[in-house]
């Protein structure tokens, strides 16, 4: 059993930037992959970037490439998403979650945080 807890949420004006937070407990694997998705009211859960726990490899999905960045401290058992030049449409629930593939498809991913809400003002 993995228990993630995601932070650094807020409301944050278009072109700022928020890092968020993903701390990882319990019974955790170097096999993991930790990956970021966002829901916005209405729509889908999308994913966002994807890091692998004990290999440098990550993806990220078109839409946030250049814009946001994932990244990891092992010591601290938490994964990062740097999100800059924010705009209104990210505006969104964001989650992280945990599984053993670097998938964009939400079904691969077992273990999942309770969400951070992000709201980017125009």
């Known amino acids: 059993q993995v228990q993630l807890v995601e932070s650094g949420g807020g409301l944050v004006q278009a072109g700022g930037s928020l890092r968020l937070s993903c701390v990882a407990s319990g019974r955790t694997f170097s096999s993991y992959v930790i990956g970021w998705f966002r829901q916005a009211p209405g729509k889908e859960r999308d994913f966002l970037a994807g890091?692998?726990?004990?290999?440098?490899?990550?993806l990220y999905a078109d839409s946030v490439k250049g814009r946001f960045t994932i990244s990891r401290d092992n010591a601290k058992n938490t994964v990062y998403l740097q999100m800059n030049n924010l705009r209104p449409e990210d505006t969104a629930v964001y989650y992280c979650?945990?599984?053993?593939?670097?998938?964009?498809?939400?079904?691969?991913?077992?273990?999942w945080g309770q969400g951070t809400q992000v709201t980017v003002s125009s």
């Open positions: 979650a945990a599984g053993f593939t670097l998938r964009v498809t939400s079904d691969e991913y077992y273990y």
């Open positions: 890091i692998r726990w004990n290999v440098d490899r990550t």
